[in-house]
């Protein structure tokens, strides 16, 4: 019979091995809980967030149309390798994206794995797709797949790409308005960054914008519990733009210049109409537009906005302001004659030959021929000699004329609400002052009172000629709505501004001007021809120019047209003359003006 030891044996082995066994166990579930806890797992989240992009401001124009406005843009991507139905789901797709089946089953074939069918959906159809998303998981039109060990199943996403702007009138008010270049922000999203026009000049205004977002627990079936916890931070779209330039103007205007550009074969004509009280841009328009969402090659020569990028010598249209400089530092006595040095005999018209006048080794000619050897001031400006204007212009000492003209705005920026303004240029007080201590006149400041050898461009003299049509003050120039222009400043006396006032009214009335006279507006302004100049050498081009002003009994408004190198050869060689060319387009204007119930014609009694 065996011991009492040996009986408990078994026992005690049956206890250690049980011992074992749950030391096993046990050790086996300390390891599973310290892998779990070290493996990255794939547990629904207790929180959800949902962002909302913003977008860039909207640029309405003064009659609260949306001259340039933003998007939101979607993508759709599927895993090619989890399509079940491949041909149900092109045809699908198609029919809610409205691309072509062709062009999604090329893009299907051709690519094995995640793809990107679109990345330029727009709002309502990626709410379509949203929809198409649900019911193909109902059609099981995709499968699940093994990826990393693991069973996934990917269906059709829509997912918000970035922004795209948009310009529902295409080519109006180009080049003013800018385009845009397109930049993945930090977040991977597509911005856009204007790079010319009001674009760039407004664009950290336009692109001031906050993303909206929303975050916090979720329900079962994933939607936010909004509780004390949760986060709510509201969308905010950029900055809005409101332009002073109503559509219906700007683009009756485009429409007319392109028709005189193919009439008159020009490079460019180039408009601007301004309130002349307050500086504000009505129109600034150009015949060279381009649609800013659909860039070519062929536009890039327009890109800039010439009307203040674009420099030239602006010839007799600078005539008043040197005039105006003189009658105001009383170098103009009433009633004085000037000598016209056209000296011969008069020809079968009575006219004598157009006068010449040295100053030093150069000589100045007039292109009008009178009937007499002594002008008046009235003949001097209103048949544009550039005789009698050098000589009241050399009246005027070197600081009275360079301070003059800087006074008026040459060779200084408006400040017009745009980029990459130019200044153009006049010579120096220096170079005004050579032989003023000899009492000799002086050439610069001769060929520079009838604008040759200097530059300006054509926003700075619609800024100066509104001087003579806001009693001496100027203002500046603005695109941009706001509440009150508060720097007017008195350039010329209330007296001298008139006075050259009435003598622009008497060009149209009966000088250079005459074609844009409308009966019943009080209608004036002046004549420019001038070559233009390339590489330091004239050329047989010519910039053609009309500034002045158009009023009714309650609006003022100052107008100019700028006509680059309109044909002048062959039949049509007279169109380089701006009474042919830059007056008619001007004329135009007004009549828009009156048509659109910008101005009012007073009735003439008969």
Partial sequence: MPSKRQQELPRIKKILILILLIIIAFSILIFSVIKTIKEDRELPSLMTAKKELAVRGNIYSADNFKIGTSRKIYSASIDTRSLAKKELFITLFSIYSNIEKKSLRKKINKKRGFLILSRTIDQRTAKDLKSLAFKLRKLDVFKSIKINGKNRLYGLSIFETGEERLYPYKDTLTPVIGFMRKNNSQSGKQRVNGVK???????????????????????????????????????????DLHL????????????????????????????????????????????????????KQDDIPNLNVNAI?????????????????????????????????????????GEYPRGKYKIGRWTIGDDHQFTKKYLTLKDIFIYSSNIGTAKIANRLTAHEFYDGYKAFGLSKKTGIDLPYEKKGVIHSLRQYAAGESKGKDNIFKATDSYGQGITSTVIQLIKAYSVFNNGGKAVTPYIVNKTDNKNLEQIISTQTAEQIKQLLIQTVQEGTGTKARIDGLEVGGKTGTANIAEKGQYQRKYMSSFFGFVNDQKNKYTIGVTVNDPVNKGKYWYYYYASNSAVPVFREISKILVKLNYLTPKIIKQ
């Fill in 309 to 349: 990028e674009y420099q030239f010598e602006p010839g007799s249209v600078i005539k008043p302001i040197a005039i105006s400089l003189a009658i105001d530092k009383g170098k103009i006595k009433n009633g004085e004659l000037f000598k016209a040095h056209n000296k011969g005999r008069k020809n079968s018209k």
């Fill in 244 to 295: 002073t330039i109503p559509l219906k103007l700007q683009r009756n205007i485009e429409l007319m210049l392109d028709r005189y550009k193919e009439k008159l074969q020009c490079q460019e004509i180039i408009v601007s109409v301004m309130e002349s009280d307050t500086g504000k841009i009505l129109s600034l328009a150009s015949s060279n537009r381009y649609n800013p969402a659909r860039l």
């Fill in 197 to 239: 026009g009001l674009e760039k000049q407004f664009n950290n205004d336009l692109n001031n914008m906050q993303d909206g977002i929303l975050k916090g627990e979720k329900d079962i079936l994933s939607y936010i519990i909004f509780n004390k916890d949760s986060q709510i931070v509201q969308r905010e779209d950029g900055q």
